[in-house]
């Protein structure tokens, strides 16, 4: 297995590949409705977010075969610099293999580099897989965001 960060011309290469994985990320934590085509929507946008710096986005290959990416961009909150970690997308077949784990290093490594302290990302409780895989990576709890609906 192999991981790097990604440029524009291995979305391009890649691209139903990403779009697969991002699709089944949509799908396992948007409860909201959102178009259709919201996965092809956010491919389209990657390989300019990487041209332009604001995206980090690494990439996992066996062999030539795009297996996993994530998707992390930057941001500032009040003048904090940070990097928000967006999309972490592993095919089925590869998953509790450490890849997603292999990704987020390497996107560790990039914020870095780029002198940001903060790498964050968003999940709910009600993932526990994800919640408690985030935590085992060293994230803690900084909001907790609520809900109610008014019918």
Do not use: C
């Not at 690494?58 to 297996?67: M, Q, R, T, V």
Request: net charge neutral; aromatic share 10%.
């Amino acid at each position: 297995m192999k991981y790097r960060l990604l440029k524009p011309s291995d979305v391009a290469k890649h691209r139903i590949q990403i779009v697969e994985l991002m699709e089944v990320v949509l799908n396992d934590n948007i409860t909201q409705k959102y178009p259709p085509n919201q996965a092809e929507v956010y491919v389209g946008k990657i390989g300019g977010y990487i041209e332009d710096g604001s995206a980090i986005v690494s990439g996992a290959f066996d062999n030539e075969k795009l297996i996993g990416f994530s998707w992390a961009y930057e941001l500032s909150i009040f003048g904090e610099r940070r990097v928000h970690i967006d999309i972490i997308g592993v095919n089925q077949e590869y998953r509790k293999q450490g890849v997603a784990r292999n990704l987020v290093d390497i996107q560790i490594e990039e914020t870095k580099k780029r002198n940001i302290n903060i790498l964050e990302a968003m999940t709910t409780k009600a993932n526990l897989n994800s919640y408690n895989w985030f935590h085992s990576m060293g994230f803690k709890d900084e909001r907790i965001k609520v809900r109610r609906d008014l019918e």
